[in-house]
């Protein structure tokens, strides 16, 4: 039977591998076709697997922008208070940093920097679903990536610090369940469609040719789209939240004894730690934009060392001219101003057109907080207008002229040809950074408009006369900073 049974398999061993051979002969298509699996199952390219250094460096950079709020932002802001709000200011950044912290992990990252329409995201990442630790996100580089939990993280500090900024425009006299509301609303509706349309684009590493880049810039964010250049948040943080800001200024109203009573900051120590710990952070803001630990990220870095410099100098030295006297809230108020005019201009400009950005930034946003700021009639309380608005307009524009690879700029990358595209037109640029601008202006502006307008009619957007006469952090907080 065992003898019986070895036949049997032998046999139908050898019918088998005679009907393979002659079907392999007789059809000649199939062997092709087999040759061609084969081939391209070797031609499979391998899973891209995250830089240490790139994420190493990306991870801190998230940690320097979340210094940045808390507790930079917190410290230059409640400094410029008067003492009997301090807390109040410290409290909304504090609490408005993990909201929006919140927020961004349940939709905003989803609706921000997922694939929808070229003015949103879509629904792919609501509560980070989806995400792993092994999970990766496309940078400038092709073939390059970082773990996509580290680029969620990262536009997340983006995210709370540009919500944090508006509070400057109405401190000392805003209602603290109106100024949360209104973030929710303004962090949804303007920050995140302004984020997609500016930042969001599939990354480089499907372009081959004219035609596939043409089908990725197709996929991108409206302004990614038109070419407008922001590195690091000209138009998403700055102009985004200081027109937010200005409209703020205005519906909340002016404070009590404004223009009749000195409202000098308490604090100018204060100040100056906090204008340190933002510059400081902003070396991640700026040069961890460039999402790989290289060249463009080193380019970064010093551009935000020599531009902030520079605006130091010129808003001293122009008040100096003025008053007669640089002042530390002078020093201070340039540095702020320096860091805002670099961002959008970063890794595009050299080091000689940082300086440039630099200088005009602190003499045009010095302007921008007296004369600009007195034409307009607000009280922004701490010039986030002044400085953010004016020194992001003027950063984005200068960003169109700096660029230009005969100014010492980057250029625009080609990705078809791998490198720079020859035919820089600064005048095309400056069109281009314009439609940013003005979309900006405009999106941020009505989406303002109509929160604050909301809010005022169903919870009111103002503290009671008597509590602000108290102050904000015993009336709102139940707290003083300091013990008489």
């Known amino acids: 039977m065992l003898t019986w049974m070895k036949k049997l398999l032998a046999t139908s061993a050898i019918a088998l591998a005679i009907g393979a051979g002659s079907m392999l002969v007789a059809s000649p298509a199939f062997a092709q076709q087999a040759a061609t699996a084969v081939a391209a199952a070797a031609a499979v390219a391998p899973a891209l697997v995250p830089n240490k250094a790139d994420t190493a460096w990306v991870l801190l950079c998230t940690a320097l922008v979340i210094l940045m709020t808390l507790p930079g932002l917190a410290l230059f802001y409640g400094g410029l208070t008067r003492s009997k709000n301090i807390l109040s200011v410290l409290v909304q950044c504090m609490f408005g940093f993990s909201l929006i912290t919140v927020l961004w992990a349940i939709y905003g990252y989803s609706f921000a920097f997922t694939e929808g329409s070229a003015f949103i995201g879509g629904l792919d990442r609501l509560f980070l679903a989806g995400i792993t630790p092994d999970s990766v996100a496309a940078t400038f580089s092709k073939g390059i990536v970082i773990p996509e939990f580290v680029f969620m993280a990262f536009q997340a500090a983006f995210a709370t610090i540009t919500c944090c900024l508006i509070i400057g425009s109405f401190a000392e006299r805003a209602k603290f369940s109106a100024i949360i509301v209104f973030m929710i609303i303004w962090f949804t509706f303007s920050y995140l469609p302004i984020a997609h349309m500016v930042w ?20 991108a964010g409206w302004l990614w789209q038109k070419g407008v250049l922001d590195f690091a948040g000209g138009t998403v943080v700055h102009i985004n939240a200081a027109i937010a800001g200005l409209v703020g200024s205005f519906m909340v109203g002016k404070r009590l004894g404004y223009g009749k009573e000195a409202m000098k900051p308490h604090n100018l120590v204060f100040v100056m730690i906090g204008a340190s710990l933002l510059w400081f952070g902003w070396f991640g803001f700026n040069a961890g934009s460039a999402l790989e630990a290289n060249g463009s990220a080193a380019l970064a870095f010093v551009n935000t060392l020599l531009a902030t410099a520079a605006a130091v100098l010129a ?28 961002t959008p201009a970063a890794g595009f400009v050299g080091p000689m057109g940082a300086l440039a950005i630099g200088a005009a ?34 950063g984005a524009m200068l960003t169109g002229v700096f660029a230009d690879p005969a100014l010492g700029g980057t250029g625009i990358w080609d990705y078809v040809a791998n490198a720079a595209a020859p035919d820089y037109s600064i ?22 408009f109509i929160a604050f307008k909301l809010i005022d009619i169903v919870i009111g957007l103002r503290v009671k006369e008597d509590e602000e006469r108290e102050g904000l952090d ?5 707290e003083t900073a300091y013990e008489s």
């Open 427 to 448: 005048a095309s640029q400056l069109w281009i950074q314009s439609q940013g601008v003005i979309t900006t202006v405009i999106w941020s502006g009505v989406v303002s």
């Open 200 to 219: 969001f684009w599939p990354g480089p590493d499907d372009i081959k040719d004219a035609a596939s880049l043409e089908a990725i810039t197709a996929r």
């Open 361 to 394: 930034a602190g003499v045009v946003c010095l302007w921008g907080v007296t004369g600009l700021k007195k034409m307009l009639g607000s009280d922004d309380s701490l010039d986030v207008f002044g400085v953010h608005g004016v020194g992001g307009i003027l």
């Open 474 to 478: 015993i009336s709102s907080h139940g």
């Open 315 to 342: 808003w001293s030295c122009a008040e100096w001219v003025t008053k007669g006297k640089p002042s530390m809230l002078g020093g201070a108020s340039g540095c702020v101003a320096g860091l805002v005019a670099i």
